[in-house]
């Protein structure tokens, strides 16, 4: 994995993590509790 990938993969995390945020503050639900399914379920 070169280092492109790796920040392409950092900067998609950062993206996903702000968008559950949003979400987050929309709903009850805790951004990291969704943080957690998301990886739950990504695997």
Known sequence: ????????LLSIAVIVSY??????RATTISSVLM??????NAD
């Open 19 to 24: 968008l559950l945020d949003v979400i987050a």
């Open 1 to 8: 994995m070169g280092p492109y990938s790796i920040l392409i």
């Open 35 to 40: 943080l957690l399914a998301s990886s739950i």
